[in-house]
């Protein structure tokens, strides 16, 4: 690698830490303080860096939530992504009934980060236009789960695959919700298996 490359990669791993630490310490700062209480002074101070050098990477705290939320909302993608290729109705009962339970548990844990996020999603257009970004990208993938499912005689033929999709998902984010303000009184398990048994019930054949 020449001199100019070798610069040029090291600034970029330069950049690369710098926003990491930003991230790193703006959701430390969101988890404390809250989404509306929370300042870009103080995410800058707890990364240990200038505001010029912060206001290169994002132009305030909105978008700093924004990339937050990718990040924490990819590991809930990565459970909507599990394989869905059932043969029976029997197995896409399981196959569902399991996504629900890891979807609504991985809430749970990031109970901290969701409630910042719940509040962003309130208090910035940005941030709400974004949860509506993430909310079509989980709809379009189950309703495509459902299609599947429709081309393989597992689901009924009358229905329309993204209206069932949207109800699927907007049951599942209720729940969700609930779990992130800790206003639940059944278990996960015993959530996802309701949730299931009514979702599949009115959607799959015998």
Known sequence: MNPSNQQASARKQRSLKTRAKLLGAARDVFIKHGFQKATITQIIKKAETGYGTAYLHFTGKDEILIHLMDEVMN??????????????????CVMIEKQAGLFLEMANQERAMMQVIEEGIRLSDDVNLKWKEIRERFIMHISQDIVYSQQN??????????????????????????????????????IARNLTAMYTGGLYVE
């Open 75 to 92: 590991q809930f993608y990565a459970i909507a992504q599990l394989p869905f290729h059932p043969q029976t109705k029997e197995e896409a």
């Open 153 to 190: 005689g597992l689901a009924r033929q009358d229905v329309d695959h993204i209206l069932i999709a949207r109800g699927w998902f907007f049951a599942n984010e209720m729940y969700l919700w609930d779990i992130v303000r800790n206003e639940y009184s059944h278990s996960v398990g015993e």
